[in-house]
């Protein structure tokens, strides 16, 4: 018999396969936050991996998984913006959280040089529309 016999290849690959859509979900790291609903659309995504601030149910603000005090949050900031390509960051704000301390991290996040913020929300919110389409 001259033929390859591949079964042993094709049951290592549904075994790799079946590790990595169970892993997959356990990959990505955050802080949890209950973020508010809405109807919007999903932003357009990019190449470079997405940078994310979070404001805590606390209050505490983070840098992707790490907590920066509010009075360096700026100069971290400008560092990161120096090391990377696009002004793209995603602010995660739990809902309890009151549009006051939002603004003011926006208004940091603003004065480090981020001028292109994605507010981060749950889909499923209110649909303002009235059911109507067109």
Same mark, same amino acid.
């Given at each position: 018999?001259?033929? =390859? #016999?591949?079964?042993?290849?094709?049951?290592?690959?549904?075994? &790799? &396969? $079946? $590790?990595?859509?169970? *892993?997959?979900?356990?990959?990505?790291?955050?802080? +949890?936050?209950?973020? +508010?609903?809405? #109807?919007? %659309?999903?932003?357009?995504?990019? !190449? !470079? !991996?997405? &940078? @994310?601030? @979070?404001?805590? *149910?606390?209050?505490?603000?983070?840098? %992707?998984?790490?907590?920066? +005090?509010?009075?360096?949050? $700026? +100069?971290?900031?400008?560092? $990161? /913006?120096?090391?990377? !390509?696009?002004?793209?960051?995603?602010?995660?704000?739990?809902?309890?959280?009151?549009?006051?301390?939002?603004? %003011?991290?926006?208004?940091?996040? #603003?004065? /480090?040089?981020? #001028?292109? =913020?994605?507010?981060? @929300?749950?889909?499923?919110?209110?649909?303002?529309?009235?059911?109507?389409?067109?």
């Amino acid at each position: 018999m001259s033929e =390859i #016999n591949v079964t042993p290849f094709v049951d290592v690959m549904l075994v &790799l &396969l $079946i $590790i990595f859509m169970v *892993a997959a979900p356990l990959l990505t790291v955050g802080v +949890p936050v209950d973020l +508010p609903e809405t #109807n919007a %659309q999903a932003l357009p995504g990019s !190449e !470079e !991996e997405p &940078l @994310t601030v @979070t404001v805590a *149910a606390d209050g505490r603000v983070l840098i %992707q998984t790490t907590e920066v +005090p509010r009075d360096t949050l $700026i +100069p971290r900031l400008r560092a $990161i /913006a120096a090391e990377r !390509e696009g002004d793209r960051l995603f602010l995660r704000a739990d809902s309890g959280i009151s549009y006051g301390e939002v603004m %003011q991290v926006m208004g940091a996040l #603003n004065a /480090a040089g981020f #001028n292109n =913020i994605g507010l981060v @929300t749950e889909t499923g919110g209110p649909d303002f529309d009235g059911g109507s389409e067109g």
